[in-house]
C-alpha cells in the first residue's frame, strides 16, 4: 500500500512539473511573438493596439474558460460559436421588444446557460457522445438563430446597448480648443475587465472547490471516480452547462461591441476556443488544464491575429498558421502523455 501511494505521488509530482512545463513554454512562445512583431511594426506596442489585442483577446478567452472546463472532463463543446449567435440574438430580440438592457442580455446568458445544459442532458442521459451531442447543438443553435431573424441583423437597439463592449474604467476626455472630444487616456476596456473575473472565479473554483475537484478527477478515471462517490452526470451537467452561460455571456459582449445583433457571427469560435485551452496546456484525454494556461492560449492566438493584421496577411494565411500552432500543441501533449 505505501509502495502504491508513493508511486501515485511521484505521478503527481511528474504531472505538475510537465504541466508547469507546458505553461512556461506557452509564454515564452507568447512573449516571442511580442519581440517579433514589435520589431516588424513600431505600432504594434501601442497602447491603442494593445487595447485592440485586448477586446479581440476577451471573447476567445470567455469562450476558451467554458471551453476548458469541458476539455478537462474528457469531453468538448462544438456548439459554443453557434450558442454565442443565438445568445446575442435572443438579447436583441429582447430589447427590440422593449426590455431593459441589463435584464435582456442576463436572458441571453441564460440561453446559453439552458443550451450548454441540454448538452449535459444529452451526453449523460442519452449517452451520445461529446463530439456528435455539441454538434448537433451546434446546427440547432445557428438555425434556431437564423430563423428568428431571418438571417438579417438587427440594428438600432439603443446607445445603452453598446456600453459593455466599448465602454472602459477609468477613460478620461476632455474637450478639445477645437469643441471635440480628445481621449487623454482610453480606459481599461469592460471586456477585459470582465475576462479577467471570470478567469479568476472559474480558476478558484476549479483549484479551491468540491466541484473543481470532481471536475478533474471525471476526466482523469471516470470510473474511479465513480466509485469514490462523485456524481459524474452531475459533474458533467455543470461543466456543459457553463460552458454555454460563458458563450452566452461572449455573445452578448460581441453584439454589444458591435452595436448590431449579428446571427451570423461566432462561426469557427469554438475551434479558437479549444485551440487557447490546448494550447495553455488543457489535455484532449481529460484531467489536465487549467485557467491561466487558457488565457496564455488566448492571448497567444490574439497576438498572432493582430501581428499578422498590421503585417498585412490574409484571414486565409493565419487560419494555416495557427492551424500548424494548434497541431504542434496537440502533439506536445501527446508526448507529455506518452511520458
Do not use: W
Not at 247 to 274: C, F, H, K, W
Amino acid at each position: 500500500m505505501a509502495l502504491i501511494k508513493r508511486n501515485e505521488a511521484g505521478k503527481l509530482r511528474l504531472a505538475i512539473s510537465a504541466g508547469m512545463f507546458h505553461k512556461l513554454s506557452a509564454l515564452l512562445t507568447l512573449l516571442i511573438l511580442i519581440i517579433i512583431f514589435s520589431f516588424g511594426n513600431s505600432a504594434f506596442l501601442s497602447v491603442n493596439n494593445g487595447l485592440t489585442i485586448l477586446l479581440q483577446t476577451a471573447i476567445i478567452g470567455l469562450l476558451g474558460i467554458g471551453m476548458t472546463m469541458v476539455i478537462i472532463t474528457g469531453g468538448i463543446d462544438l456548439s459554443v460559436g453557434s450558442v454565442l449567435a443565438l445568445s446575442g440574438t435572443i438579447t436583441g430580440l429582447m430589447i427590440k421588444a422593449g426590455m431593459p438592457v441589463v435584464p435582456a442580455m442576463f436572458f441571453g446568458v441564460v440561453t446559453g446557460a439552458l443550451c450548454g445544459l441540454f448538452n449535459g442532458f444529452v451526453i449523460t442521459k442519452m449517452r451520445i457522445t461529446p463530439f456528435v451531442a455539441t454538434l448537433g447543438m451546434m446546427l440547432i443553435a445557428r438555425g434556431v438563430a437564423l430563423q428568428l431573424t431571418g438571417a438579417a441583423p438587427i440594428s438600432q437597439l439603443g446607445e445603452g446597448f453598446g456600453v459593455l463592449g466599448n465602454g472602459a474604467l477609468f477613460r478620461v476626455v476632455e474637450m478639445g480648443s477645437n469643441g471635440f472630444p480628445k481621449v487623454i487616456f482610453p480606459g481599461i476596456p469592460y471586456p477585459a475587465i470582465l475576462l479577467i473575473f471570470m478567469a479568476v472565479c472559474v480558476a478558484y473554483v476549479l483549484n479551491r472547490r468540491q466541484i473543481g475537484r470532481h471536475i478533474y478527477s471525471v476526466g482523469s478515471n471516470e470510473e474511479a471516480a465513480r466509485l469514490s462517490g462523485v456524481k459524474v452526470h452531475r459533474t458533467k451537467m455543470i461543466a456543459y452547462t457553463f460552458s454555454g452561460a460563458l458563450a452566452g455571456l461572449s455573445g452578448v459582449v460581441l453584439m454589444s461591441r458591435l452595436i448590431t445583433v449579428q446571427p451570423n457571427e461566432g462561426v469557427m469560435y469554438e475551434l479558437d476556443a479549444i485551440a487557447a485551452a490546448v494550447i495553455g496546456g488543457a489535455s484532449l484525454m481529460g484531467g489536465v488544464g487549467n485557467i491561466s494556461g487558457t488565457m496564455i492560449g488566448a492571448f497567444i492566438i490574439g497576438v498572432l491575429r493582430n501581428g499578422l493584421n498590421m503585417a498585412g496577411t490574409s484571414s486565409f494565411i493565419q487560419q494555416i498558421v495557427i492551424g500548424f500552432v494548434v497541431i504542434l500543441a496537440v502533439y506536445i501533449d501527446q508526448v507529455r502523455n506518452r511520458r
